[in-house]
């Protein structure tokens, strides 16, 4: 199973959409490594870099409707190669969220309230996800802590858990 844990980026904005996470002149790249330099490229928010903001980090916390615009396996994909394996998120484009579980990720909503207190550590929190607990756990580098729980249906955890559809399927079938 994949590692749920680690530095987390913030993205204050909704309607992120595919086209930002990854740009549709690549979606002809015959590879997910060759998606792996274009991952937020278009996405224009202020004071982001993505050549320097996206260096160590692991997680994604945003806001609401986040993967809207064109269903693509390639947003998703960009992250994976990106060693991103945690969405968190007010909500989610649907198509978006499922791909993230059919690929053994993580594509987790929280309500404003626990979105705003992960905001409000900073930019150098570090996040852990308890799947077994249901269990989103945040530090800052101060020391300051938040606990959030958090609600995955038993369906998205067997795919996390297997590492994805195509996995979850052997196994089942």
Not at 31 to 58: M, R, V
Request: some cysteine; overall charge negative.
């Amino acid at each position: 199973m994949k590692e749920f844990s680690g530095q987390a980026l913030f993205l204050d904005r909704n309607d992120i959409n595919t086209d930002e996470i990854i740009p549709a002149k690549y979606l002809t790249e015959n590879s997910k490594e060759a998606l792996k330099p274009h991952i937020l490229e278009d996405l224009h928010l202020e004071g982001f870099d993505a050549g320097k903001d996206l260096a160590g980090k692991n997680i994604i916390v945003t806001k609401s409707n986040f993967g809207c615009g064109s269903s693509r396996e390639h947003a998703v994909w960009v992250f994976e190669v990106n060693d991103i394996n945690v969405v968190i998120a007010e909500s989610f484009a649907r198509i978006f969220r499922q791909n993230m579980f059919n690929c053994g990720m993580l594509a987790i909503e929280l309500n404003k309230e626990g979105i705003n207190s992960l905001f409000a550590l900073g930019n150098d929190a570090v996040v852990r996800v308890d799947l077994q607990q249901n269990q989103i756990t945040a530090e800052n580098s101060e020391g300051e802590k938040k606990d959030i729980p958090f609600e995955l249906n038993s369906f998205d955890r067997e795919l996390v858990q297997a590492g994805g559809w195509l996995a979850y399927a052997d196994k089942k079938y």
